[in-house]
């Protein structure tokens, strides 16, 4: 064969083959819009085919950890202090909630909140949900209540159901942050309440974020502004509770996009703390920031700066 028959051939395999990687990468977008093969699979092609943000100065904000993270591939393309150990307060229950998940045969599963599951919690002054001792639940309820309200009591009727005690719960926490390659994270308790070895890095809980978020029942969770609950036998007409992120962000729309969920989270040793995801176009992006002690919601602002400055930098990439 000649080298001009060589090299025809070899550029005729080479369309067959792009054409063929079209084919399918469309046939993928077609099931996951039309037969709910998750979203995942709408990431990815979008994060294949269309061009993201590679890099983006998000200086100039009131948190002193952050870190903005492309959700299809979790290549970090902004960073303040991302690696630098800090306290991650109620971020923690992104943790809880999917090692819960992950460990509950049947989200149905009815769960009965006890005395001793939350006595001591009461004298820490932990958020709750609004569940009573003595109250049965679904076990999808509790994960709502972990995520939403950010109620600790829930927190602990999982742990101890599942585990047969927080403590043996978190160390499931703490296998599944080494299996994340977690490596600046260690947790002490599955509520974010500080404890001085309870840390955690904004890049590690952006990693976390990223793999939890490929969890269809997770992603529905952390994108509900509210949850109604099932009837119980102390709440007869159920009760809602209402997402700590969403009733302090009355717009959710940035520039190009909208902010989709988060997890907030506070100690006065943490500050202000918020893990959220956003779409822009259509390409989501993971913003985790901690340390903000500014009044009012420093770290929701934060967000939103962000999300529209990362806007801008994608309407300069597309053209607009």
């Known amino acids: 064969m000649t080298k001009k028959k060589r090299k025809n051939s070899l550029q005729s395999k080479i369309i067959i083959l792009i054409a063929e ?8 977008l077609v099931f996951s819009q039309n037969f709910g093969f998750g979203t995942q699979i709408t990431i990815w092609i979008n994060q294949l085919t269309k061009p993201s943000v590679q890099e983006l100065d998000i200086t100039g904000i009131n948190s002193s950890y952050a870190v903005l993270m492309q959700a299809g591939t979790g290549k970090v393309i902004g960073d303040i202090n991302g690696d630098t150990q800090m306290y991650p307060a109620s971020m923690t229950k992104i943790m809880t909630t999917i090692v819960a998940i992950e460990n509950l045969s049947d989200l149905d599963q009815q769960i009965t909140l006890t005395n001793d599951m939350v006595a001591d919690l009461y004298a820490q002054d932990a958020t709750q949900a609004g569940f009573q001792p003595g109250e049965t639940a679904p076990a999808i ?8 309200p950010s ?7 999982l742990a101890v159901t599942i585990a047969g005690s927080e403590d043996a719960f978190v160390d499931l926490m703490n ?15 599955t509520t974010g309440l500080h404890a001085d070895n309870h840390y955690s890095t904004a890049k590690d809980i952006a990693t976390l974020l990223h793999y939890a978020l490929k969890n269809d029942t997770f992603r529905e969770i952390i994108e509900s ?9 102390v709440h007869p007409d159920g009760f809602t509770f209402y997402s700590t992120m969403f009733k302090n962000l009355s717009d959710t729309t940035v520039i190009d996009g909208q902010i989709l969920g988060g997890k907030t989270g506070f100690t006065s040793e943490a500050g202000c703390c918020l893990a959220s995801f956003a779409e822009i176009d259509d390409i989501e992006y993971i913003l985790v920031t901690a340390g903000a ?5 420093p770290h929701i602002d934060d967000a939103v700066k962000l999300y529209n400055r990362l806007g801008e930098a994608s309407s300069v990439l597309y053209g607009k």
């Open 21 to 28: 990687i079209l084919v399918v990468v469309s046939l993928l």
């Open 141 to 148: 309820d509790y994960l709502y209540g972990v995520m939403l």
């Open 151 to 157: 109620g600790a009591e829930c927190c602990r009727a």
């Open 175 to 189: 296998q599944k942050a080494e299996k994340l390659g977690l490596d600046n994270t260690h947790f002490c308790n």
């Open 225 to 233: 502004p509210y949850h109604s609950t099932q009837a119980t036998n």
């Open 293 to 297: 002690y500014q009044a009012g919601t």
